[in-house]
């Protein structure tokens, strides 16, 4: 996997600075040391699953904290890709990335702004 993704995202043309930022990223931080010593051809989604359930608990090297269900699914979807990119190649008959459910996040509660919490946020209390 760790010679695959390299290989792949030195093909990636034509796409926004921020987008193969963001690409690198991913594999540098989290694809390359958790999947890279897997071969491409025998990645399954049980190493996914593993694999992520691991992402959500680990802190990363910035902020340690978990990373977040949006992280995580960013991350998949820079697999996705390099994964599609294989099949297309060849060197793969299926993508396992699609096939994960992902952890999901908490969706934030509503917050009603009373009188106090409007004299608090602006310190007037």
Same mark, same amino acid.
Request: charged residues 25%; glycine residues 12%.
């Given at each position: 996997m760790g010679g695959? +993704?390299?290989e792949w995202i030195e093909t990636r043309h034509g796409l926004a600075p921020s987008t193969l930022k963001s690409y690198r990223e991913h594999i540098l931080l989290h694809l390359?040391?958790?999947l890279g010593l897997i071969p491409?051809?025998? +990645?399954?989604t049980h190493d996914l699953v593993v694999f992520y359930r691991a992402l959500a608990k680990r802190a990363t090297a910035r902020d340690r904290a978990p990373l977040s269900a949006a992280t995580i699914e960013r991350v998949n979807a820079t697999l996705r890709a390099a994964l599609n990119a294989a099949r297309r190649q060849g060197l793969i008959t299926r993508n396992p990335a699609t096939e994960i459910a992902l952890p999901r996040g908490r969706r934030?509660?509503?917050?009603?702004?009373?009188?106090?919490?409007?004299?608090?946020?602006?310190g007037t209390v």
């Open positions: 695959w +993704l390299r390359e040391p958790g491409l051809a025998e +990645l399954d934030p509660g509503a917050v009603v702004w009373t009188d106090d919490l409007i004299a608090h946020g602006l």
